[in-house]
């Protein structure tokens, strides 16, 4: 079945790059995304990809997706406080596309 | 943009009650909604994919007679934990599809809900 994998901690100094890792099984997912959870709050869709595509940018936030390897990654340039959350990882896939999500990494920026 | 209602935001109920929770979307109509749940510092787990006008689909595992979902119109799904028990309290979010929208999915804003 579909599977997510993520690391579950990430932590790094302010103004620092922060790069979240994660893995995927499901090799039809057209959309891979990138979403960000603060605590006690819903989803915030952070980014998406689509899977003919290698590379993203969006201001400070940079997708890459290996199609080969089934492995997505976020960079966060010039992190800051106000970036830490978990960050979830999240595969469309079967019929309906369904969100899949990874375990979320949690990010702790620290001065 | 496409946004989605979910109330309540909190909800506080007694073990043995049931508990509905709603999802609206706003301005925009949600033929496929999904029901997530959350338990603390975990990730989330698809519970069941609702459709407009026919049965919900429930992932393996999920208890259908327990979490009854409704998506009766193209704007609401509706789900209730019935007969709640402490073990269900958790965080659920429900979420749209929506072609237009960018990434193709909407959020609502989770509803918190603990069984005493």
């Given at each position: 079945?579909?599977?997510?994998?993520?690391?579950?901690?990430?932590?790094?100094?302010?103004?620092?790059?922060?790069?979240?890792?994660?893995?995927?099984?499901?090799?039809?997912?057209?959309?891979?995304?990138?979403?960000?959870?603060?605590?006690?709050?819903?989803?915030?869709?952070?980014?998406?990809?689509?899977?003919?595509?290698?590379?993203?940018?969006?201001?400070?936030?940079?997708?890459?997706?290996?199609?080969?390897?089934?492995?997505?990654?976020?960079?966060?340039?010039?992190?800051?406080?106000?970036?830490s959350a978990i960050y979830f990882c999240a595969e469309a896939s079967g019929g309906y596309n369904k969100l899949?999500?990874?375990?979320g990494t949690r990010l702790a920026v620290h001065p | 943009g496409a946004v989605v209602s979910q109330h309540p935001s909190r909800v506080i109920c007694k073990s043995g009650t049931s508990v509905k929770i709603e999802c609206r979307?706003?301005?925009?109509?949600?033929?496929?909604?999904?029901?997530?749940?959350?338990?603390?510092?975990?990730?989330?787990?698809?519970?069941?994919?609702?459709?407009?006008?026919?049965?919900?689909?429930?992932?393996?595992?999920?208890?259908?007679?327990?979490?009854?979902?409704?998506?009766?119109?193209?704007?609401?799904?509706?789900?209730?934990?019935?007969?709640?028990?402490?073990?269900?309290?958790?965080?659920?979010?429900?979420?749209?599809?929506?072609?237009?929208?960018?990434?193709?999915?909407?959020?609502?804003?989770?509803?918190?809900?603990?069984?005493?």
């Open positions: 079945g579909e599977d997510v994998e993520q690391s579950l901690f990430l932590s790094v100094r302010e103004g620092d790059s922060s790069v979240i890792n994660c893995t995927y099984t499901d090799s039809s997912s057209t959309y891979l995304y990138w979403y960000k959870q603060e605590p006690g709050a819903g989803l915030q869709l952070l980014t998406y990809i689509f899977s003919n595509m290698d590379m993203k940018q969006d201001q400070r936030l940079t997708v890459l997706l290996n199609k080969k390897d089934k492995h997505l990654s976020l960079r966060i340039a010039d992190t800051q406080t106000g970036d899949i999500f990874g375990a | 979307s706003l301005d925009f109509q949600a033929t496929t909604m999904f029901w997530y749940r959350q338990f603390p510092k975990q990730s989330l787990m698809l519970m069941a994919t609702s459709n407009e006008g026919s049965k919900a689909t429930y992932e393996q595992g999920v208890e259908k007679d327990k979490f009854l979902i409704n998506h009766a119109s193209l704007t609401l799904s509706t789900l209730t934990v019935t007969s709640a028990h402490p073990e269900d309290s958790s965080f659920y979010i429900c979420s749209a599809r929506v072609e237009s929208a960018q990434g193709g999915y909407t959020f609502g804003s989770g509803t918190r809900l603990t069984v005493v």
